[in-house]
């Protein structure tokens, strides 16, 4: 007997969870499947971005290294042994990119004392900031609001130095747990909570009057939980 | 507890990582006092923002289209592997079909005859055995049901190690000629049988079965196994890939 041209299957139910996903097409990307690797790179492509854009606050700067990110990935794809889940390996790859962009930026520039004082204010992308709110029927107010208020994160994130600005991005943003932070990026537990504490300190600073209420963010006293 | 206890804990509270007592113990604390609420709503507040914001990043990237063609420009960036360099195989393939060129006028009649009988005798055999050698080919839509001696000798890949793939095996029966200590192994999902390898048993409980055609060699089948996403229907089928 053959199977001549053929194929057939035994389908039945299953449970499905994402990092099993990720194991499917991590594997077949490693034995050379284009298209599982083009799933792997649509699954994760905004996220990280999200990441790149949370370091280097540029969107153009951003998507080129979220491609850059995928190429290395594909490249030392065959060296990820599964000791880790895919995400966190994804998640150091993307952390390290950005730090050789930013490494890479300042060599051009005026030396900048990244040791998170207060009024360090880096120059900050003033082209258009995305609005937070997607209410089709806010106010001019509240989108100005909004506005300012994205500017001012972002100047407060520039203030950060860069393996704060890390753990702020991988916990703020993708909601990473403090071991799967640790694992990303290669240290403690301790060290993350650590740096996600004196981040968090010179944020609160940064942003008091908002937090407080005596600025609005344009959508309520409340802000939206995050992950 | 105190409120400086407390406040060293309100990170870790926010953020789920704080176990279960010490967790209760926070949150009866910031219930009764006002400064440690005030102080949780600021972390709270800035969580939100900051999130809030990246995520809204996000969305105005996609909405703004940013990632169309995203994929086709990571793809024209990919080292792909090159092709293979000419194995030891290849070029002793060369040389015996450069000595069939050479021989065939004297090869041929004397190969073409033995053919003949080699056919005859096998239509004799295969008449004696019973219905499971009748050679009969899998088309798609068939269902796999596991039967050892169904299934046919193949090549592929190397057995890969098991990365902790749930449910699903096979036995290999690798030939003695091997030495292998192992003659018949196991593979869990995602093995692909290695070369003259032929599968005596195979069970899986979930996941597809999937025979098909090694590329390098269209009359050899290989098996893989994979596992699918949930069947809504939640019945057993088989379908043609």
Redesign the interface.
Known sequence: ????????????????GLE??D??LV??SQ??D?AAF?QL??RY???V??LA??MVHN?EDS?EL??EV??KV??YLGNF??SSSFYTWLYRITMNVCIDFLRKERKGQAAVDYDDQRGHHEEVNQGEF?????VATETPERVQSRRE??ER??AA?ATLSEKHREV??L???E?L??SDIAEALGIKKGTV?SR??HA?QN??EE??P???GTET?G?GD?????? | MDCAHIRERL??YL?N?LPEEASKEVTSHVDLCAGCAAELR?????????????????????RDG??DG??E???S???L?AEPEPGIWTQLAATVEAWWRRHSNVLVPALAAAGVLAIMVGLTISRSEGPNDE??????????R?ASD???PFAG?RLMAD??APKGVAEADRPAVRKDPLPHRRAPE?MVAKNDTRIVYYE??????????DPRD??R?TIVW??????EE?D??????
């Open positions: 007997m053959n199977t001549r041209g053929g194929a057939y299957v035994y389908h039945c139910r299953l449970e499905r099993r996903d194991t499917i594997e077949r034995r050379g284009q083009r790179v649509e492509q905004r996220k971005y999200s854009y949370g969107p998507l979220a491609q995928f190429i594909h490249r042994q599964g995305p609005l937070v709110s997607s208020l994205g994160i972002e994130m702020i991005v916990r703020e943003i909601g747990s403090y909570m996600l504490h968090r944020l609160q942003l008091r908002y937090l407080q963010a959508g409340e802000a939206q939980a995050g992950g | 990170e870790s953020d990582e600021e972390l709270s507040r800035l969580r939100g923002f900051v999130h809030a914001h990246y995520e809204g990043v996000a969305e105005a990237a996609e940013l990632f995203f994929w420009s990571v793809e960036q990919l080292e592997p050679g009969a080919v899998l088309e798609p839509n068939s269902v796999a596991g169904e299934l046919p890949p990365k902790g995602g899986v409980d979930c996941g597809i079965v999937l025979i098909d055609n269209p009359d089948p994979h596992f699918l996403p949930d069947d939640g057993e089928k088989a379908e043609a890939i």
